[in-house]
């Protein structure tokens, strides 16, 4: 495992592969994971075609995939979130962290997009905290890019990136994820529990996107100056 590669559970998918594309015009190792591995293997060779041959991409099963990196990307709809991290929790290692990017929509069971879904745990990224060991460190990222916006690889992204988790060097950590995709601004958004407002942002933010006709909207905080 190394501290330049990370994995995406789900990175066959719209917001999974459009990270991927990113980090690896980046230069990092990406690891696509999916349920079947040929349709990993399908996505890291789409990339390497778009980039060229020395991008640094490979596809996995989820179960695979999870153990080349340390830092490990769920990018599944909200209605398999529980499912996956079941499916993966066993396998994953002590200091590994998770970055939960699922957002609750109602639409994941059958409502509207513009709408989220009350969680007992009070967020997506606090459910999958719940459901995985304390041995790992669980985050919150990348809930309000659209992925439209990522896979339009020769535009930046005009999106802040609110980093949320409990702990201060886990946030701070995932900065250089962030500040790999041009025009992407990494926020220290502190607690974990401050997903609750991040992934509403999201249901809001497609709201914005129907109401103006465009498919990447994304959210800007202003006052705090520059990236630093
Ligand atoms: N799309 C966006 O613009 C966007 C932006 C921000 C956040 N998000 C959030 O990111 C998450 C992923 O969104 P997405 O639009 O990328 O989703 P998606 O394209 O519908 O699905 C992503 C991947 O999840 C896997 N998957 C789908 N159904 C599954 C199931 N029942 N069980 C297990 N795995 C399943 C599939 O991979 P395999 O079939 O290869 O396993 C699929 O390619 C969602 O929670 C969404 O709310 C999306």
Redesign the pocket.
């Known amino acids: 495992m190394s501290d330049e590669s990370i994995a995406i559970v789900?990175g066959?998918?719209?917001?999974?592969y459009g990270l991927a594309l990113r980090w690896a015009l980046a230069g990092f190792n990406v690891v696509i994971g999916?349920?079947?591995a040929s349709?990993?293997e399908e996505a890291a060779q789409k990339i390497r075609d778009n980039i060229g041959p020395t991008a640094k991409v490979q596809g996995f099963v989820?179960e695979e995939a999870i153990l080349q990196s340390w830092i490990v990307v769920i990018?599944?709809?909200?209605?398999?979130?529980a499912?996956?991290l079941l499916s993966i929790r066993e396998k994953l290692r002590t200091g590994q962290t998770v970055v939960d990017?699922?957002?609750p929509?109602e639409a994941t069971v059958g409502g509207a997009a513009t709408r989220i879904l009350g969680l007992w745990a009070g967020s997506a990224a606090e459910q999958a905290k719940r459901l995985l060991p304390d041995t790992v460190h669980v985050a919150a990222a990348?809930?309000?890019?659209?992925?439209?916006a990522l896979q339009e690889s020769n535009q930046p992204v005009d999106c802040d990136v609110f980093v949320c988790a409990d702990s201060a060097e886990v946030r701070a950590w995932l900065r250089p994820w962030v500040e790999a995709i041009p025009n992407c601004r990494y926020v220290d958004g502190g607690k974990l529990e401050n997903s609750r407002i991040v992934e509403s942002l999201?249901a809001f933010l497609i709201g914005v996107n129907r109401r103006y006709k465009v498919l990447g909207s994304g959210i800007r905080i202003t006052g705090i100056g520059p990236a630093k």
């Open positions: 789900g066959t998918g719209d917001l999974g999916s349920r079947v349709r990993a989820n990018a599944v709809p909200f209605s398999a979130q499912a996956t990017c699922t957002v929509l990348f809930q309000n890019v659209s992925a439209h999201t």
